[in-house]
């Protein structure tokens, strides 16, 4: 069983800064969850890969929409991975959302086992 909850969500005007956070837990969790996820969806959209990491050796891979703005880092003591955005713009709006899956990161939100309930992120112009 694999539980992740985020937080840290709220509304931010552009050129602002967010942090979210997931915390992990459940007795296979570590097991289950080598590699953890950021998607965001927007609305009428479909959901998009922003950023993943894997647990062992913080290797990290961000979308290109992303990149040089968002940060993924994790915790490994606290099961908890963090994604600290930066100089948001409002096409950054959107529920975020954190998931976790076996093996090696992937942009495909299809390879993710385990989904958070999301966390609304509004980025006001």
């Known amino acids: 069983q694999v539980q992740l909850v985020e937080s840290g969500g709220g509304l931010v005007q552009a050129g602002g800064s967010l942090r979210l956070s997931c915390a992990g837990s459940?007795?296979?969790?570590?097991?289950?969850?080598?590699?953890m996820g950021w998607f965001r969806q927007a609305p009428g959209k479909e959901r998009e890969f922003v950023a993943a990491i894997r647990w062992s050796g913080n290797s990290a891979d961000y979308a290109d929409s992303v990149k040089g703005r968002f940060t993924i880092s994790s915790d490994n003591t606290r099961n908890t991975v963090y994604l600290q955005m930066d100089s948001l713009i409002p096409e950054d709006t959107a529920v975020y959302y954190c998931a976790a899956k076996a093996g090696a990161t992937s942009r495909h939100h299809s390879q993710y086992a385990y989904w958070g309930q999301g966390t609304q992120v509004t980025v006001s112009s």
């Open positions: 459940g007795r296979t969790f570590r097991f289950s969850a080598r590699s």
